[in-house]
């Protein structure tokens, strides 16, 4: 009796276990997703606010700009929320560091989109856009569209836990305020220096990979056909040390 009360006790642990294992992959998996889509969504604001000011600014792109803001508030909460809760767990391993890496990821991320609010933010006061004849202040860039391409993108990114979360959305300044508090909250009550985040390949791998040789680019760049001025062709010397010589040769 007792011998089968002891085997059912460890089986129930060892499925405890197991559950516990499956669901912060699931959080882990979750949070991989939401790092996409915050690159994504904070990439597309980046674009659209490059368009301020000009000529092809309206109330659509304010529009658009103040959605997409709201979309990179909503997964960047949710994301710290859930990296935070990852990381109190206090586990090694891999999947320790996996979690790190996406908690530094997500602190770069948040200073560069904070820097494109503060740019947006000027760029609205400096062109409100309240009166038609604020119009005629934009700047004459000969460019028109844009946006909507650019809208209709961030309509397609994949973003999880959205439909169940839904936290207020601040104005721009007190959002902008708010993203310095949050920054500092993470750099102080998790303990991951930035420095300790590794790349998992060498630097410039794939352009080191791809970089002719030297001596073959040399050998092609001397042996490359000249037009004269006169219409006829000739060929440059092929002196092995002529490094200058097939310079001037193809700058002539």
Known sequence: MWTRFATQLQMNRWRQSVGEIQARQRQVTECERAQVALSKVTACFQQMASSLGSDSDGSSLREELAETRALAHKICTGLHRRLLALLAEGEQGQ????????????????????????????????????QRKDRDTLVKTGTSGGALEIAARVATIQTP??????????????????????MQEMLQRVNVPLWSVEAKQEAWVEDIKDEPDQDETLEEMMQVELVSQEG???NCCHHPRCKLGCILCLLN
Do not use: C, N, Y
């Open 161 to 182: 836990w959205l439909a169940v979360e839904d936290d207020q959305i601040p104005d721009m300044k007190t959002q902008i305020s708010k993203m310095d508090s949050l």
């Open 95 to 130: 999947e320790r560091e996996h979690v790190e890496r996406m908690w530094v990821f997500l602190l770069t991320g948040l200073e560069t989109f904070q820097k494109d609010l503060k740019k947006v933010g000027s760029l609205q006061e400096f062109f409100p856009l309240t």
């Open 232 to 234: 006829t062709t000739s």
